[in-house]
């Protein structure tokens, strides 16, 4: 991969939210693309993220460790979209809701 971000996040909210719910938060999420199938092996790689303005967004699960915790794979291209700007759009769409 020549170029693009990859990063795992993990969010601690102040209230209970699951993963199934923040899947469906981030599905509606102007210029974020999930893909989250476990069962398919499907996930966002940095490969699919070069070239794309996008954000893809995918292994969305529980974090058992911290209270009201999840954990998202996250991948960009660095270049179209800068790291700062894409976690500050996220986390914009997150708690928005």
């Given at each position: 991969v020549f170029y693009s971000h990859s990063e795992s996040i993990n969010i601690e909210t102040r209230q209970k939210i699951n993963a199934g719910e923040v899947k469906a938060l981030l599905a509606h999420a102007p210029g974020v693309r999930v893909i989250d199938n476990p069962a398919n092996n499907e996930y966002p790689l940095a490969t699919a993220a070069a070239g794309e303005f996008d954000t893809f967004v995918g292994r969305i699960r529980d974090d058992e460790s911290i209270q009201n915790g999840i954990n998202m794979w996250v991948v960009s291209d660095n270049i179209l979209k800068g790291a700062a700007l894409n976690t500050?759009?996220?986390?914009?769409?997150?708690?928005?809701?």
């Amino acid at each position: 991969v020549f170029y693009s971000h990859s990063e795992s996040i993990n969010i601690e909210t102040r209230q209970k939210i699951n993963a199934g719910e923040v899947k469906a938060l981030l599905a509606h999420a102007p210029g974020v693309r999930v893909i989250d199938n476990p069962a398919n092996n499907e996930y966002p790689l940095a490969t699919a993220a070069a070239g794309e303005f996008d954000t893809f967004v995918g292994r969305i699960r529980d974090d058992e460790s911290i209270q009201n915790g999840i954990n998202m794979w996250v991948v960009s291209d660095n270049i179209l979209k800068g790291a700062a700007l894409n976690t500050i759009q996220i986390a914009e769409q997150f708690f928005a809701k």
